[in-house]
């Protein structure tokens, strides 16, 4: 696989940012923060807009930042964070949550955020201390990256971060926006966005970094709801098509649908089960890297299967074992196994690990999909 850099990631990541607002979506009454709907609207927008704007300078950038940290990451699967590799993504995300969350909302005469700089350094959900702190973030670096947000039209008045950054002894100071006043109220919406999903830890990647607006309908937190027509954007078009229509076929077959936003490396994880059966049929993951299905192998044992439709090369992956199951022949392997027939013999893989294949192949997605017809058949 091409290794990735900083223009790549921040490509990638801009195709995760929610493309639109649904005309018909609805804020809670304590995130409305006295604003009409109009406003509220352009508020979101305006967060949108100014992420696209920051993916791409950050893209343009790339050679100023994290340029050792970034050689050595690794796209694949479960491999390097992004925000380990690339800290400057998340730390800025730290910056502009902490200002946002923190900060009271004027919108007259003027829009502003009134902020303390030690309010700054406190995280609002503890476990994410070691995460989501500006405490972790370094003088130097926070003189840096307050910098680059002022470079992009942020005004912080009444706060000198002209040569060093120290929040402990910033008293009151304001956040104004040169361009799109209207940002500033998004940047408060989206920060009170994330901090009502509930969640012991701040997602700042998996949410306010994709200007995730929905959890803004709920009075009270909630889990966080992704969706995958948002997670699958940044694919090729091919694959992006075909996965959409299966999510369609899956659900209307009768599966209910889970999704998860991966923090660390911004991927999406999306399993559907059988509501007949209670058992998974497949999941799709999808990252920087690509796209690929994990299936279950309910149907294997029927005398109906897939397995002499498949060519040798699926089923040479299949007998892969890449997900460290229990081993061959342990009680719990044992229990936990699925069985099949291949040229006459008898075959096993673990119901954790399943059958994962990329979904970079026509052909092969023509089968994959008999596959889950024969699965949801079981």
């Keep these: ?42 508020g979101i927008s305006a967060f949108r807009s100014f992420l696209y704007e920051l993916y791409d300078r950050l893209a343009a950038d790339g050679h100023n930042f994290d340029s050792k940290a970034g050689a050595k990451y690794d796209p694949d699967p479960g491999e ?38 030690n ?22 670096r926070k003189h840096e990256l307050f910098g680059y947000l002022a470079d992009m039209g942020f005004v912080f008045e009444e706060a000198n971060f002209s040569e060093k950054v120290s929040l402990e002894t910033t008293g009151t100071f304001y956040v104004t926006y040169e361009g799109d006043s209207d940002l500033i109220a998004g940047l408060k919406l989206l920060a009170a966005a994330q901090g009502n999903i509930k969640s012991d830890y701040d997602k700042l990647a998996a949410g306010f970094m994709r200007c995730d607006f929905y959890p803004l309908a709920h009075a009270a937190p909630k889990a966080q709801a992704v969706h995958i027509s948002e997670f699958i954007n940044p694919q090729p078009q091919e694959i992006k098509d075909w996965v959409l229509y299966m999510d369609a076929y899956l659900t209307r077959s009768g599966c209910k649908a889970e999704g998860e936003a991966n923090n660390f490396t911004g991927g999406g994880y999306f399993s559907y089960t059988s509501r007949k059966t209670k058992k998974t049929v497949c999941r ?6 690509g796209c690929s299905i994990n299936l279950k192998g309910n149907h294997l044992s029927e ?38 027939l291949y040229n006459g013999e008898t075959h096993y893989r673990c119901r954790y690990a399943g059958f994962t294949f990329a979904l970079d192949n026509p052909a092969e997605r023509e089968l994959i999909q008999k596959w889950i017809a024969y699965e949801l058949a079981v």
Excluded at 82 to 90: A, D, M, N, R, S
Excluded at 284 to 289: A, S
């Design 1 to 42: 696989m091409k290794r990735k850099d900083l223009a790549d990631v921040c490509g990638y990541l801009k195709g995760l940012v929610i493309p639109h607002t649904p005309e018909d979506f609805s804020v809670a009454s304590p995130f409305r923060y006295d604003l009409p709907d109009d406003e509220i609207r352009a």
């Design 80 to 117: 390097d964070s992004i925000y380990k590799c690339f800290p400057v993504i998340h730390q800025l995300a730290v910056i502009l949550f902490s200002l946002g969350i923190h900060g009271a909302l004027e919108t007259e005469p003027r829009r502003e955020l009134t902020v303390i700089g």
């Design 119 to 140: 309010d700054l350094l406190t995280t609002i959900k503890p476990k994410s201390e070691k995460y989501n702190s500006l405490r972790k973030i370094t003088d130097k």
């Design 284 to 289: 799709f993951d999808m990252g920087i890297w």
């Design 303 to 340: 005398a109906a299967n897939i397995i002499a439709e498949l060519p040798e090369s699926m089923v040479a992956r299949m007998m892969t074992n890449d997900r460290g199951c229990a081993a061959e022949g342990t009680p719990k392997c044992q229990q936990e196994r699925y069985r099949f």
